[in-house]
């Protein structure tokens, strides 16, 4: 943890970000919450959101990977792929989150993949699936998110 580590971003959507003086891979990184829990965004635009984060340090009291572990890495990826499709004139605020939990694991590391369900003026809505380090599904989840007006120069 504590480690640097910037996600890969689309230009065109960095030098739009840019051209504000906003420094995009702090806005889109996982938060204090995300840093807590290790989770790393690895590559983000608005038609797919990669990240991963350790199941060891993410676990409930059996040592399974906690359900809550994987509903915070599924809204992180969600919320930076809805942010980046509402745009600099934009912020996506979760209103909806569901998870289904298919397996327990107790180490490794998962991958959670978002895309898009829907993508519309005021809500997106992404598919998080979640995998394990054998390619197994964890966790199935569908974030939706209600993309408000923002001023660009407040975000700076």
Request: charged fraction near 20%.
């Amino acid at each position: 943890m504590g480690e640097q580590h910037s996600p890969k971003f689309p230009q065109e959507i960095i030098d739009e970000y840019a051209a504000l003086g906003i420094d995009l891979p702090a806005l889109f990184s996982a938060g204090h919450l995300g840093e807590r829990m290790d989770i790393r965004v690895l590559e983000a635009a608005p038609d797919r959101v990669v990240g991963t984060m350790p199941v060891e340090g993410n676990t409930q009291p059996y040592g399974l990977l906690h359900g809550g572990a994987s509903a915070v890495l599924a809204e992180t990826l969600g919320s930076v792929g809805a942010m980046l499709h509402g745009g600099i004139n934009k912020v996506a605020v979760g209103v909806d989150l569901n998870c289904t939990h298919h397996r327990g694991i107790r180490s490794g590391l998962v991958t959670g993949v978002a895309t898009p369900v829907h993508r519309g003026r005021s809500t997106a809505t992404y598919e998080i699936v979640i995998t394990d380090e054998d390619d197994k599904r964890v966790c199935t989840a569908r974030l939706t998110c209600l993309l408000r007006d923002t001023n660009p120069q407040q975000q700076g």
